[in-house]
């Protein structure tokens, strides 16, 4: 049985995979912490999906794809930002817009190039066990980065996620900690797309801090909660990915997500066991004190 766990990793592409997805799960949980408790899991999709552009042109044109990405990141941020200011649409409407938009400039770009299927593929889906040395260190830097900025920004991050307006009162200014936590969430994606790409970052942003969230309600727990959940889902899929060769970053996005409904599952399943003996000891209560003959 332990067999099992431990041949995988004796190859080094399946270390370097484990390590990449466990230093994504931290910079994620952390940021999707706050993701999920502002309600902005359409903002983090919309930029999973907005840097396409950036990845696909620097992936054609041999530059640096964390650079193009960035690019892109920043272009979706200001284009959200001007079109939801500058004119009656609302903030989601002006997302959506941006992130069909993106997406499909991404898409068209990309199939510009011959090998259409195989790039697409790898941008949207990533390449866990291709993770190099490189895509390693940029990952960790990608995760210190989340560390330290949610370290210093943890009491704006905070307030922010219950009132804007007490944020503003507090002089934390909220506009400047909105800018700075879709920041972070581009970095988590850009840093990430090659470990489980750029559509399925979204999972690790939401499904774990989502799960944490129905189980703890102070957020360092949270915080904690998502990255076990996530490592959890790391290890497993590289494992199941391995023995029955099944894709890898699929497979780990898909068992955070069956994680989440698994704890909604079992958590209504004890608080309707909770509800059906309350109710039946009030029933044992009104019998035991119902007038006899």
Same mark, same amino acid.
């Given at each position: 049985?332990?067999?099992?766990?431990?041949?995988?990793?004796?190859?080094?592409?399946?270390?370097?995979?484990?390590?990449?997805? =466990?230093?994504?799960?931290?910079?994620?949980?952390?940021?999707?912490?706050?993701?999920?408790?502002?309600?902005?899991?359409?903002?983090?999709?919309? =930029?999973?999906?907005?840097?396409?552009?950036?990845?696909?042109?620097?992936?054609?044109?041999?530059?640096?794809?964390?650079?193009?990405?960035?690019?892109?990141?920043?272009?979706?941020?200001?284009?959200?930002?001007?079109?939801?200011?500058?004119?009656?649409?609302?903030?989601?409407?002006?997302?959506?817009?941006?992130?069909?938009?993106?997406?499909?400039?991404?898409?068209?770009?990309?199939?510009?190039?011959?090998?259409?299927?195989?790039?697409?593929?790898?941008?949207?889906?990533?390449?866990?066990?291709?993770?190099?040395?490189?895509?390693?260190?940029?990952?960790?830097?990608?995760?210190?980065?989340?560390?330290?900025?949610?370290?210093?920004?943890?009491?704006?991050?905070?307030?922010?996620?219950?009132?804007?307006?007490?944020?503003?009162?507090?002089?934390?200014?909220?506009?400047?900690?909105?800018?700075?936590? =879709?920041?972070?969430?581009?970095?988590?994606?850009?840093?990430?797309?090659?470990?489980?790409?750029?559509?399925?970052?979204?999972?690790?942003?939401?499904?774990?801090?989502?799960?944490?969230?129905?189980?703890?309600?102070?957020?360092?727990?949270?915080?904690?909660?998502?990255?076990?959940?996530?490592?959890?889902?790391?290890?497993?899929?590289?494992?199941?990915?391995?023995?029955?060769?099944?894709?890898?970053?699929?497979?780990?996005?898909?068992?955070?997500?069956?994680?989440?409904? =698994?704890?909604?599952?079992?958590?209504?399943?004890?608080?309707?066991?909770?509800?059906?003996?309350?109710?039946?000891?009030?029933?044992?209560?009104?019998?035991?004190?119902?007038?006899?003959?």
């Amino acid at each position: 049985m332990l067999e099992l766990i431990t041949e995988p990793f004796a190859f080094q592409f399946m270390r370097n995979a484990l390590y990449a997805g =466990l230093l994504t799960v931290v910079a994620a949980s952390l940021v999707g912490t706050w993701v999920v408790m502002r309600g902005m899991a359409f903002m983090g999709d919309a =930029l999973a999906h907005g840097v396409l552009p950036g990845i696909a042109v620097a992936f054609l044109l041999g530059g640096n794809l964390l650079l193009g990405g960035a690019i892109s990141a920043a272009f979706m941020i200001a284009g959200v930002s001007l079109a939801s200011a500058r004119s009656r649409l609302g903030e989601d409407t002006a997302i959506g817009l941006l992130f069909v938009g993106m997406l499909a400039a991404g898409v068209a770009i990309i199939s510009a190039r011959g090998a259409y299927a195989g790039d697409l593929t790898t941008i949207l889906f990533g390449d866990p066990i291709g993770v190099t040395a490189t895509d390693l260190r940029n990952v960790a830097v990608a995760c210190v980065i989340t560390v330290l900025a949610t370290a210093l920004l943890y009491r704006p991050f905070l307030v922010l996620s219950f009132s804007r307006a007490k944020a503003q009162v507090l002089g934390l200014r909220p506009g400047l900690a909105h800018l700075a936590m =879709l920041a972070l969430i581009a970095v988590v994606v850009i840093s990430s797309f090659r470990t489980v790409g750029t559509l399925l970052v979204f999972a690790f942003l939401v499904a774990p801090p989502a799960t944490a969230a129905l189980v703890s309600r102070r957020v360092p727990v949270m915080m904690g909660v998502a990255m076990l959940i996530g490592a959890g889902g790391v290890l497993a899929g590289l494992l199941i990915s391995y023995h029955y060769a099944t894709a890898t970053a699929a497979t780990i996005a898909g068992l955070t997500v069956l994680a989440f409904f =698994l704890v909604l599952t079992v958590r209504e399943g004890m608080a309707g066991l909770a509800r059906w003996r309350v109710r039946r000891g009030e029933s044992d209560a009104g019998w035991s004190e119902a007038p006899s003959g």
